[in-house]
């Protein structure tokens, strides 16, 4: 289905021409569904259509993953670069990323593999835009900035955010 772009109907379609067809729809219906329900993705706020993964989730998913491969040690800060990059794909089309980064894990930061996208939006590159699309995750962020830490496994995990990016617009600290 991946390989060549057929969507589920043509798949039910094939599997009710073709009798002993390998590939059952309902059964990649309910495997689809199972993968969804295991990560929560939403729409970004704003005009761009654009989606978005929960900041605080995501972090602390790495961190637990960290705590079990033993890379981080007990009571040390995590520390968290967060990062914006718009990349112009076509004539008409631009795409805005924020992601972000674990400072700790310096085999991956550089790598594709420690970059960890909070969200994605379609849209232009503008203060305004930026502002509404990512208005959710700003204020998780902001959140974190004022507690100074996030709970997994019901035990805090202090946390130190660094900016970074592509950005030339000057937010604050604290963004909206």
Known sequence: ??????????????????????????????????????????????????????????LADKVREMKNEATLKSGENIK?????DGARMSRMT??????????QQVDEVLASKGNHTIAVVNGSES??????????????????IDDGFIEVDGQRVGVEIFLGG???????LIWP
Do not use: W
């Open 127 to 144: 203060r305004q835009s930026i502002e509404e699309s990512f208005a959710d995750v700003f204020r998780e962020v902001n959140k974190v």
């Open 1 to 58: 289905m991946d390989k060549f772009g057929v969507g589920d109907e043509f798949v039910h379609e094939l599997s009710m021409a073709v009798e002993d067809f390998p590939i059952k729809s309902y059964l990649i219906k309910q495997c689809r569904s199972e993968l969804n329900k295991q990560v929560q993705i939403t729409t970004t706020p704003g005009l761009a259509p654009g989606a978005q993964h929960s900041f605080k989730e995501l």
């Open 80 to 84: 968290v670069k967060l990062s914006g």
């Open 94 to 103: 631009n795409f805005i990323l924020m992601s972000f980064s674990i400072l």
């Open 166 to 172: 592509d950005y030339k617009v000057s937010f604050p």
